[in-house]
């Protein structure tokens, strides 16, 4: 896996059934309170790819996340995965296979490195020794092994966003089909290598492992780089939905920003850059 330095995920062969956990919805309405927040959503994610969410402040991203996490209430119907609603599948079941990476995952008690990612062993079926195997191997797999005894709250905003990582990578570790990753804004507290590094980490898990991987971003040239589909929204509605090419036009990014971008075409097989 093209992944450098400290963090060093190991590909492992493609997930089967990846047709069997397409994330697809369909007429998703969502309202809170009085305000409606997402309107007439309709998409289809693609199992070995990663689709980015984008959108000014109050769009809608992290709302649509939620739903797809089932934090929020959705009419039944609205999400499947797979052949079944999202609301029919088990819990332990679904937890193996849908695993979300908050923006923000605040612990106050003092559990180390370790024990924060073994919450991730949760749901699995797991001997003690291969788990505590499995967390101290995930551990070294984001680079934080030197750091494994330490105490969660006293870590800087980029380390415990490495050990969530881990957490989450755990859990969907024996996924029986091809995992979901939901990713809320993940490079927020990093610096700008580690925010490389975990962008081609989520890009690996997608094209090496078959992982269907969601995340929500804020930087366009980031998205347009890591991505293979973009989703523009704009106060609850998409607006916007393809290949970075395609999906970041111009006109998309003046409507939606009101922003005049300084706008770099695509070369062939390539993406635009925006500034």
């Known amino acids: 896996m093209a992944v450098t330095s400290d963090l060093n995920i190991t590909a492992h062969p493609a997930k089967a059934h990846i047709e069997h956990t397409q994330l697809s919805i369909c007429q998703l309405n969502v309202a809170i309170g009085q305000k409606t927040v997402l309107s007439d959503i309709n998409v289809q994610f693609k199992s070995g790819a990663v689709t980015a969410l984008l959108g000014p402040n109050g769009a809608g991203k ?161 998205a347009a780089r890591y991505s293979d589909q973009l989703i523009v929204l704009k106060q609850g509605r998409i607006v916007s939905e393809g290949v970075p090419a395609q999906a970041l036009s111009v006109d998309t990014i003046r409507q939606v920003w009101d922003y005049e971008p300084i706008y770099v075409p695509a070369p062939q097989g390539g993406h635009p850059l925006i500034f």
């Open 62 to 222: 992290s709302t649509l996340l939620k739903a797809l996490c089932q934090e929020i209430s959705t009419l039944r119907q609205s999400i499947r995965l797979g052949h079944r609603q999202l609301a029919d599948w088990p819990r332990a079941e679904l937890a193996k296979s849908l695993a979300v990476l908050p923006q923000h995952a605040s612990l106050t008690f003092p559990f180390t490195v370790s024990e924060v990612v073994a919450m991730g062993l949760y749901p699995l079926t797991i001997s003690k020794k291969a788990g505590e195997a499995l967390v101290a191997n995930q551990i070294a797999e984001v680079g934080l092994t030197s750091l494994e005894n330490r105490s969660y709250p006293t870590l800087s905003g980029g380390e415990k966003q490495r050990v969530q990582l881990a957490r989450v990578l755990t859990q969907l570790s024996q996924s029986p089909c091809a995992p979901i990753l939901l990713l809320d804004e993940p490079t927020s507290a990093l610096d700008l290598a580690q925010q490389h590094k975990v962008l081609e980490l989520a890009r690996s898990l997608a094209h090496q492992q078959g992982y269907t991987v969601i995340v929500v971003l804020h930087d366009l040239n980031q």
